[in-house]
Structure formats: C-alpha cells, structure tokens
T-cell receptor, first 115, second 112 residues
Framework: SQTIHQWPATLVQPVGSPLSLECTVE??????LYWYRQAAGRGLQLLFY??????ISSEVPQNLSASRPQDRQFILSSKKLLLSDSGFYLC??????????????FGPGTRLTVL | SQKIEQNSEALNIQEGKTATLTCNYT??????LQWYRQDPGRGPVFLLL?????KEKRKERLKVTFDTTLKQSLFHITASQPADSATYLC???????????FGRGTQLTVWP
C-alpha cells in the first residue's frame, strides 16, 4: 500500500532563517506531487506541483521554492523565512494523469511557526 | 476569477440527524468534484468523487449530489455521529486545468 511521509511534524524558526521540508512517498511510481499551505482559518493554498523529476510548477510567487530530486521525493525550501510563511504545510500525491481517479492523498503535515 | 464557497464555516447538529453541507462554485467547468474530511492537525482524507455527468454518488452513510446547472454540490451524512465531527472540504478539478481547487471547508460538530 502507499504511504506518504513528511518531516518534521513541527518546526519553529526565526525570521530570516532557511527552511527545508521533506516529503517522500512509498508504494507508487511516477506520482504527481503537491505542496499546500493552510493558514489558520483559511483554505488549502496550492504552492507547487510536480508531474515528474525536475518538473516543478509554481502557483503562487513567493520566497519559497520546491525541488523533486527523485521520483518519490519532494522538498520545499526557503532561503529566508518571513512571518507570513507560518502555517500548516501539507504534501500530497496523486496518480498520474492517466489514472482513473485523481484524488489526492495527503501527508500528516508540518506545522511551521516563524517568530 | 474562480471561486468556491462552502455554505458556512460551522454547522452544529444533533446525533442521528442528517448533516447537509453545501459547495457552490463560479467560473468553473469542473470535470469532477471531490469531498475530503480533515481532522484538527491532520491532512485531509479523500471521501468521495463525483463526475460532471453523475447526479448522485453514495458511500455508506455519505451521499453527494452534483448539479452543474446550479453549480452546486451537496454533501449529506445520514444518521450522523459525534465521530463525524470534522472539517469537510470540497474540491473541484477543472476540465481544462489539471489542478484541484479547494474550498475553505465547513466545520461540522455533531453533539450527542
């Protein structure tokens, strides 16, 4: 069966510090991968998605970046965190476009607080 | 611009009653619509998918309807239980764009 991992579970970082969040998926190949942010009282905001290694699409211009160095690994990064980067970060995967369904499977999330 | 609205931020009902959650959308031509459940501090969990050519879909105590004329989906939980308390999100996949667009969610509380 498929499993998605995210770490760390919680993170407290000072403004201006770098960020690296990692997501890995097991039990599937060539997944579509996604990074979302969920701020308090707000909906899921898609940040990045990837349909393959090295292929990253950005939805919202900001100081975050994403990389996909391996088929089942997705990394969210920042060189300098802002207060507004605080939130609940969720990684998700879905079967590639040829799949029958495109429901997304979410990881456990990372709670990031920028102070 | 595209917009998804879920009827209210919070819905409180008594155990045993039917909970009805609403998802309205504008400026989309959705290929399908999905409903997710999210518990506090956890990632959303997929519940149901309904395609644009389907009127209704059922799964156990859950029922989803999809009216592309009204641009609305209704999500019903029959015989609700306190364990059904969670935030429910609707999401649309546009027929022209591959991504999902999520609503803000409705927080459902079922009290004994």
């Amino acid at each position: 069966s498929q499993t998605i991992h995210q770490w760390p579970a919680t993170l407290v970082q000072p403004v201006g510090s770098p960020l690296s969040l990692e997501c890995t998926v097991e039990g599937t190949s060539n997944p579509n991968l996604y990074w979302y942010r969920q701020a308090a009282g707000r909906g899921l905001q898609l940040l990045f998605y990837s349909v393959g290694i090295g292929q990253i699409s950005s939805e919202v211009p900001q100081n975050l970046s994403a990389s996909r160095p391996q088929d089942r690994q997705f990394i969210l990064s920042s060189k300098k965190l802002l207060l507004s980067d605080s939130g609940f970060y969720l990684c998700a995967w879905s079967v590639g476009m040829r799949g029958r369904y495109n429901e997304q499977f979410f990881g456990p999330g990372t709670r990031l607080t920028v102070l | 611009s595209q917009k998804i609205e879920q009827n209210s931020e919070a819905l409180n009902i008594q155990e045993g009653k039917t909970a009805t959650l609403t998802c309205n959308y504008t400026n989309y031509s959705p290929a399908y619509l999905q409903w997710y459940r999210q518990d506090p501090g956890r990632g959303p969990v997929f519940l149901l998918l309904i395609r644009e050519n389907e009127k209704e879909k059922r799964k156990e105590r859950l029922k989803v309807t999809f009216d592309t004329t009204l641009k609305q989906s209704l999500f019903h939980i029959t015989a609700s239980q306190p364990a059904d308390s969670a935030t429910y999100l609707c999401a649309l996949r546009s027929s022209t764009l591959g991504r999902l667009y999520f609503g803000r969610g409705t927080q459902l509380t079922v009290w004994p």
